[in-house]
C-alpha cells in the first residue's frame, strides 16, 4: 500500500488523539473517584461527544498495533502520546480491535474503563475482557479479544501443517494424508485466514515452476478435501467448495485457464463429481473480482488470459458487468490506480476487453456506464429519511447498552416466575445463576443480587425446587461472586448491602469460607464491617465452618478464623486455636491470643496458661507481650485467673502486670482474685511476696468499692503480717 493510503489525514489524526486524551482522563476519574464524582461525569460526557463525532459517518473501526492505534490501515505519521498510552492499555486486555457504533454513551464507556482498569490477570480469569463485555456492556462497543502468545503458537503450528499439507499435494498421483492431517486440512479451510496462508505456502513451494504444477496440487487439495468431506460429513460439502472457491481468486489468469480445462478430467473426479466444476460454479462475487483485480494490477492492465478466463468464469453479460464494477474500487486503491496518471481512460480498456464478446450485442454503451456507476451514486436511506431527530433518539434509546442489560434481567426473573415445569425452571435457574456471575465479574453486584434472590424466592415457592435451588446458590456462593463483593460492599448502599445479606444467609453456612476469604483481602474498613457483621451472625452455626479455616494456606483467612471464633463466643472450638498461638505469622499469633483472653472462661484461660508453660523463643515473647498489653474488660475472668495459677516465678512480671490490669477492671472477680494475691506468701520468696501484696493491696485500693475496702480492711485485720502492714499503708493513704 502506498504512504498516502498508509497515513491518517491530519484531521482525522487530531481527533483521535483528542479521543485518546479523552479515554484517558475518564479512565483515571472512573477508577479514582466514587460514582457520584463531578470528575466522572465530566471526563465521559467529553469523551461521549468525542465519539459522536467519530461516528457520525458510521461505525468506526480502531485496529490496536504495537504502540499505535490505525484506522483502516492508516495511523497518524508521529502518534501522540495519549494515542501510545491506549494501545499499550487496551494490549494489555488483549483487545486487536474496537468496533465504536452510533450510541455509545457514558455509561458505556464508565463500564468499559472500570474493565480496563482492573489488572489484566484478573480480567483474564474472569474469562477475558470479549467475554466479560458480553455481559456487562451492550452493541455500541464491540470487542475482538486477541491471546497474542496464542496466536504465535498458532501460527508457528499452522506453518508447520501447510508445508505437510503442501508436500503431500506436490507428491504423488493421490493426496495420501492420514485422519489427523485430513482433519487439520479441514480446519484450516473453515478459517479464511489460515486457509490464505496455506495458499501462500503453495505459492511458495512452487514459485519456480511451471503453472500446471501449482494448478495440479490445488486439485489434488480439492479433490481430497470434496472425497473426505462426502464421507464424514457430506452436508458440509457444498459449504467446503464455497470456502476452497474464495482463495481461488488469488490464482493469475494462467492458472485460472489451467484450472478450468481440468473440468471434467478424470483428476477432478471425486466419485461422480467434478469438483472443480463444482467449485467454480460456488465462487462468490468478491472471490471473482478479486482474481479480476489482482490480475489487472500484477499486470498493468488486462490480458488475453484474463479474458478467456473471465469469459469462462462468467458468461454472463450482465452480472460480468457488475463483477468488473466490483473489481474497480480495489484496482484504484492499489499502486496502479495512484502511479497511472489516466487510471480512468485504462480502466475503460479494462472494460472494453472484458466485456468485448458480449456488450455489443445485449448491452448499450451508455447503460454499460450507467451500472457501472451505480454503486458510487448509492441511495443514503439514513439521509432521507423523514423521522425527526427526537423520534429517532427516542427509539435508539430503547436498545441503548442500559437498556438491553435491564431487559436481560427483566426477561430472566420473569422465565422464573412464569415457569412451572419444575425440570425446565432448573434449566432456567441454573442460565439466570450463571448469568449471575458474569454480571458479578463486571461489577454489577446489584442486579447479581436481583437474579439470586428471584431464584431463591421461586426456589422456595415450590418445595420440590428448593434443595436444587440452594445447590444452586451455594455454587454462586463459592464461585467468582464472593471474590468480587467485597469491592462491591464498599460503595453499596443500605439496600444492595441488605439483599447480600439475605443471600448469604440464604445460602446458610457453606458460604463463611468464601466470605472469610473475601474478608481477609479487604482492606477498605467500610467493606469489613459489612462483611464481619455478616459472618458473626451466622452465630455459633457457623463455628464448624470455621474451624476448617484454621488449617488454610493463607494466613489471612486463619487470622479470620480466629476472629470469628472469638465473636461466635462460648467454648466449643477453642482447642483449635491452640496451634494458632505457634503460628509463624505474628498476627495470627495475635488474633487467637485475643479470641482466648476476651473469651472469659476457664476453659481459656487455661489453654492461654498452658502455652505460656509449654512454648519457648518468639511465642512466648508475643504471648507475653500481648497479655501485658491487654487492656479490655473482657479478660477480667483470664487476669483473675492468672493471678491464682501463674507461676510468679518464672512470670514474675506478668503476674504484677495482671495484678494492676485488675485494679483497672474492678469488679467482683477482681476483687476476689485481688484478695487471693493479698494474703498469699512465699516464705523462701520474701522480696516478690512484698512486691505482690503491695500491688495487690494498691489494686484494690485504686477500685475503691466497698467489697474491695472490705477486704484491705480485713487484711489490715487479720492477715499475715506483710499482708497487715501492705493494706495499712494502703489504708493510710486513703486517711
Request: charged share 25%; proline share 4%.
Amino acid at each position: 500500500m502506498s504512504e498516502l493510503r498508509s497515513t491518517l489525514d491530519a484531521g482525522m489524526a487530531l481527533k483521535l488523539a483528542e479521543f485518546a486524551r479523552a479515554c484517558k482522563a475518564a479512565l483515571r476519574a472512573v477508577s479514582l473517584y466514587p460514582g457520584g464524582h463531578p470528575a466522572i461525569g465530566a471526563t465521559l460526557g467529553r469523551l461521549t461527544e468525542l465519539t459522536a463525532v467519530l461516528t457520525a459517518a458510521g461505525p468506526l473501526t480502531l485496529e490496536v498495533r504495537p504502540h499505535n492505534i490505525h484506522i483502516a490501515d492508516a495511523a497518524a505519521a508521529k502518534p501522540d502520546s495519549a494515542i501510545v498510552e491506549l494501545s499499550d492499555l487496551l494490549r494489555r486486555q488483549l483487545v486487536g480491535k474496537l468496533t465504536i457504533n452510533a450510541g455509545a454513551n457514558a455509561e458505556s464507556w464508565r463500564v468499559l474503563l472500570m474493565l480496563l482498569s482492573r489488572a489484566p490477570e484478573d480480567v483474564r480469569a474472569d474469562g477475558g475482557i470479549r467475554s466479560l463485555w458480553a455481559t456487562a456492556g451492550g452493541p455500541s462497543l464491540e470487542i475482538v479479544e486477541i491471546d497474542y502468545a496464542e496466536v504465535l503458537r498458532e501460527k508457528r503450528g499452522d506453518e508447520e501443517a501447510a508445508d505437510r499439507l503442501v508436500q503431500a499435494a506436490l507428491s504423488g498421483a493421490e493426496l495420501e494424508l492420514d485422519e489427523q492431517s485430513m482433519r487439520t486440512l479441514l480446519e484450516i479451510v473453515g478459517d479464511p485466514m489460515r486457509l490464505a496462508a496455506l495458499m501462500t505456502a503453495l505459492e511458495k513451494r512452487t514459485e519456480n515452476t511451471p503453472g500446471a504444477v501449482r494448478v495440479g496440487a490445488f486439485v489434488k487439495l480439492l479433490r481430497g478435501l470434496a472425497e473426505y468431506v462426502g464421507k464424514t460429513n457430506p452436508a458440509q460439502l457444498d459449504q467446503t467448495l464455497r470456502q476452497m472457491g474464495s482463495v481461488a481468486g488469488r490464482l493469475s489468469a494462467e492458472a485460472m485457464l489451467e484450472l478450468l480445462m481440468r473440468r471434467n478430467q478424470p483428476e477432478a473426479m471425486a466419485g461422480n463429481v467434478d469438483v472443480v466444476s463444482a467449485m467454480v460454479h460456488r465462487m462468490s462475487d468478491g472471490a471473482v473480482a478479486q482474481f479480476v483485480s489482482n490480475s489487472v494490477i500484477s499486470e498493468h492492465g488486462a490480458t488475453d488470459r484474463l479474458v478467456q478466463a473471465f469469459q469462462a468464469l462468467v458468461p454472463d453479460g450482465d452480472r460480468q458487468r457488475q463483477l468488473i464494477a466490483l473489481a474497480e474500487p480495489e484496482v484504484a486503491a492499489s499502486e496502479l490506480g495512484h502511479e497511472e496518471a489516466a487510471f480512468e481512460e485504462l480502466w475503460q480498456k479494462v472494460e472494453a476487453m472484458l466485456t468485448s464478446y458480449s456488450d455489443e450485442k445485449f448491452v448499450s454503451e451508455a447503460y454499460a456506464k450507467e451500472l457501472s456507476g451505480a454503486r458510487a451514486r448509492a441511495v443514503d436511506i439514513e439521509g432521507t429519511s423523514d423521522d425527526p431527530p427526537e423520534r429517532v433518539a427516542g427509539w435508539l434509546a430503547t436498545v441503548a447498552d442500559a437498556e438491553l442489560r435491564t431487559l436481560d434481567t427483566l426477561l430472566l426473573i420473569d422465565l422464573l416466575r412464569l415457569e412451572q415445569d419444575t425440570p425446565r425452571w432448573l434449566d432456567v435457574a441454573d442460565t439466570v445463576v450463571g448469568h449471575a456471575e458474569d454480571l458479578v465479574r463486571v461489577g454489577y453486584l446489584d442486579r447479581a443480587l436481583q437474579l439470586a434472590d428471584a431464584v431463591s424466592t421461586e426456589g422456595q415457592r415450590v418445595p420440590e425446587r428448593t434443595p436444587r435451588a440452594r445447590a444452586l446458590l451455594e455454587r454462586l456462593g463459592r464461585g467468582p461472586m464472593l471474590r468480587h463483593v467485597a469491592k462491591g460492599l464498599r460503595t453499596a448502599d443500605e439496600g444492595m448491602y441488605e439483599r447480600f445479606k439475605r443471600l448469604a444467609h440464604g445460602i446458610g453456612p457453606a458460604v463463611i469460607p468464601s466470605l472469610a476469604e473475601a474478608l481477609s483481602t479487604e482492606q477498605d474498613a467500610r467493606s469489613r464491617r459489612r462483611l464481619r457483621d455478616i459472618l458473626v451472625e451466622f452465630g455459633p452455626a457457623g463455628r464448624e465452618s470455621v474451624q476448617q479455616l484454621m488449617n488454610a494456606a493463607n494466613w489471612e483467612v486463619r487470622r479470620t478464623a480466629a476472629f470469628l471464633l472469638r465473636e461466635f463466643g462460648g467454648v466449643e472450638g477453642l482447642r483449635e486455636l491452640q496451634p494458632l498461638l505457634t503460628d509463624t505469622e505474628p498476627l495470627v499469633q495475635r488474633e487467637a491470643v485475643q479470641a482466648l483472653m476476651l473469651n472469659g472462661t476457664d476453659a481459656a484461660s487455661q489453654i492461654l496458661l498452658q502455652a505460656l508453660t509449654q512454648t519457648t523463643g518468639r511465642p512466648r515473647d508475643t504471648l507475653i507481650k500481648e497479655l501485658s498489653g491487654m487492656r479490655d474488660e473482657r479478660a477480667t475472668p483470664l487476669f483473675s485467673f492468672l493471678v491464682r495459677h501463674l507461676n510468679r516465678k518464672t512470670f514474675a512480671a506478668l503476674y504484677l502486670g495482671a495484678i494492676e490490669a485488675l485494679g483497672s477492671f474492678g469488679g467482683d472477680g477482681a476483687v476476689a482474685a485481688l484478695k487471693e494475691a493479698l494474703q498469699h506468701g512465699d516464705l523462701m520468696a520474701p522480696l516478690r511476696t512484698r512486691r505482690g501484696r503491695a500491688a495487690a493491696a494498691q489494686a484494690l485500693r485504686r477500685i475503691g468499692t466497698p467489697a474491695a475496702m472490705d477486704a484491705l480492711r480485713d487484711a489490715a485485720a487479720q492477715g499475715p503480717r506483710g499482708a497487715r502492714a501492705a493494706a495499712r499503708a494502703e489504708l493510710k493513704q486513703l486517711d
